[in-house]
T-cell receptor, first 113, second 114 residues
Framework: GAGVSQTPSNKVTEKGKYVELRCDPI?????LYWYRQSLGQGPEFLIY????????DSGLPNDRFFAVRPEGSVSTLKIQRTERGDSAVYLC???????????FGPGTRLTVL | GQNIDQPTEMTATEGAIVQINCTYQ??????LFWYQQHAGEAPTFLSY????GLEEKGRFSSFLSRSKGYSYLLLKELQMKDSASYLC???????????????FGAGTQVVVTP
């Protein structure tokens, strides 16, 4: 596809479960970002990859959150022992270089019951 | 870190002009970005300012004053489809490869009425 894609579009899970959220960036984009957005708020930065490495993970709220990008393309955000407060829309964005416009995907709406 | 403030909601009439203000308090400020977000959709890029002054892109213009920590987005000839949330975002501490981390405000909901 031409844009950033994210799967699943919706994820409902129970408190304490493990979830994985996937992001497929635009082909050739080297920079990839994860944000999360709660209702009525702007996106909140989580982590940023340049290639395969995490260039900045200062936004991850705690050690239950982890993200990988093993081949420098697809990224997976992993959340362990989910809590109700993790419920939000998780947005992924990519850019051709880290100093270019970020293109956002449609997001994954995570609901923790 | 940075604090970004923008109004919660603004209402304007179709065909009119609306100005959305944004103030920021920053360390290592680099640039100011504006995004549009329709309900249930992803943010889409509108404009960015690195230097002081006005950037014009069709019906949308954005202004930045670095000394005042202030920006605004100007929407002209409003159309019904412009009803959306407008997000102000800043980047800080740019290096050769760390422009991209953005800090967003909560967004301004613009309601365009007939």
């Amino acid at each position: 596809g031409a844009g950033v894609s994210q799967t699943p579009s919706n994820k409902v899970t129970e408190k304490g479960k493990y979830v994985e959220l996937r992001c497929d960036p635009i082909s050739g984009h080297t920079a990839l970002y994860w944000y999360r957005q709660s209702l009525g708020q702007g996106p909140e930065f989580l982590i940023y990859f340049q290639g395969t490495g995490a260039a900045d993970d200062s936004g991850l709220p705690n050690d239950r959150f982890f993200a990988v990008r093993p081949e420098g393309s697809v990224s997976t955000l992993k959340i362990q022992r989910t809590e109700r407060g993790d419920s939000a829309v998780y947005l992924c964005a990519s850019s051709p270089r880290s100093n270019n416009e970020q293109f956002f995907g449609p997001g994954t709406r995570l609901t923790v019951l | 870190g940075q604090n970004i403030d923008q109004p919660t909601e603004m209402t304007a009439t179709e065909g009119a002009i609306v100005q959305i203000n944004c103030t920021y308090q920053t360390s290592g400020f680099n640039g100011l970005f504006w995004y549009q977000q329709h309900a249930g959709e992803a943010p889409t890029f509108l404009s960015y300012n690195v230097l002081d002054g006005l950037e014009e892109k069709g019906r949308f213009s954005s202004f930045l004053s670095r000394s005042k920590g202030y920006s605004y987005l100007l929407l002209k000839e409003l159309q019904m489809k412009d009803s959306a949330s407008y997000l102000c975002a800043s980047s800080e501490n740019m290096t050769t490869d760390s422009w991209g981390k953005l800090q967003f405000g909560a967004g301004t909901q613009v309601v365009v009425t007939p």
